[in-house]
């Protein structure tokens, strides 16, 4: 029975710093993950494909505000089910092109994902979406359009909106069966839609919900094996900004654990990928890997065909 993995990828790894974000760009940047995607099919694994959409869903909102005066402009939850459809395709045109037909297919799922509308994070946006402006743009977007604008390391500053945790993955049924027929599933875009239950059934409510959790959420419902979270450094560090600073090659969900409140992983970077590793782990997962994209297959696979230098960091229960 092959292994499924669910593997977490970054927007910002289809709309790359620096980037304009124009089509072709994305389209250049999808076909390198999917390149990992199918090395990682190619060894084995079922794969379900997670994205963020923060640069794509920012954007597409700062279009459907300049257009409002000629077009209504539409709510937060509805735009991120529009980059569903744009990144599923972008991914799924990739997968398929990568694949060159050895594929048995490739299927994007329009997503819903329950979150509580009393979680507090309605209360604190903290999820940066769209690109960088200056401060005093920044100012000018706060005071205009009402959005919260938070410093975002040296690059300047971004709208930041709600971001709760997901509760439950709506499609798990659709995606499940989809893992049994070995597709490559897109599920979970931008994280998911969000939706609460209403008086008519669920609704949307404006918030981003941060993928990387919404892929362990999926992953711990699908029952894989692996999870996958995909950033741009090939290994998760300690002390990284001193002297002393440290790659770790393998910790236990314990160790893990540790680190986070000890503060090593900030919320704004590696702390989010490291506290949902930690929730598969303690969930019934096996193993989890905080890597770039080319090293996921030799970091999942690893033993004594590899050298710790092309592995990332993998996270594994207490004791093994």
Request: aromatic letters at 4%; proline letters at 6%.
């Amino acid at each position: 029975m092959p292994r499924t993995a669910v593997v977490a990828l970054g927007g910002n790894a289809i709309t790359r710093g620096g980037q304009a974000g124009t089509y072709a760009e994305q389209a250049e940047n999808a076909h390198a993950m999917a390149r990992a995607v199918c090395a990682l099919r190619d060894a084995g694994w079922n794969v379900v494909l997670v994205h963020g959409n923060g640069p794509q869903v920012g954007n597409l909102a700062i279009q459907q505000d300049e257009a409002a005066s000629i077009v209504p402009a539409l709510p937060l939850f509805c735009v991120n089910s529009m980059t569903q459809g744009q990144l599923g395709s972008l991914l799924g045109l990739a997968l398929l092109a990568e694949g060159r037909g050895r594929l048995p297919g490739v299927v994007s799922v329009v997503t819903h994902v329950m979150v509580d509308p009393a979680d507090p994070a309605f209360e604190r946006p903290t999820k940066p979406v769209g690109p960088y402006f200056s401060e005093a743009q920044a100012r000018v977007l706060a005071q205009e359009r009402g959005w919260e604008m938070i410093p975002d390391g040296a690059r300047g500053h971004r709208r930041v909106v709600p971001s709760p945790k997901p509760v439950g993955i709506v499609e798990v049924d659709a995606v499940r069966a989809l893992i049994e027929q070995h597709m490559i599933v897109v599920a979970g875009g931008g994280g998911g839609i969000p939706v609460i239950a209403g008086d008519h059934g669920l609704e949307g409510i404006d918030a981003v919900i941060d993928k990387d959790f919404t892929a362990q959420r999926l992953a711990a419902s699908v029952n894989a094996d692996a999870l996958v979270l995909v950033t741009d450094t090939p290994k998760v560090y300690v002390d990284f900004d001193t002297p002393d600073r440290r790659a770790i090659d393998q910790m236990s969900v314990d160790e893990a654990a540790k680190h986070l409140e000890d503060g090593q992983f900030p919320a704004g970077s590696m702390g989010p990928k490291v506290r949902a590793a930690v929730r598969f782990i303690r969930e019934g997962g096996r193993t989890a890997v905080i890597t770039t994209a080319d090293r996921a297959g030799p970091s999942l696979d690893a033993g004594d065909a590899y050298g710790a230098e092309l592995v990332g960091t993998r996270i594994v229960g207490n004791g093994r």
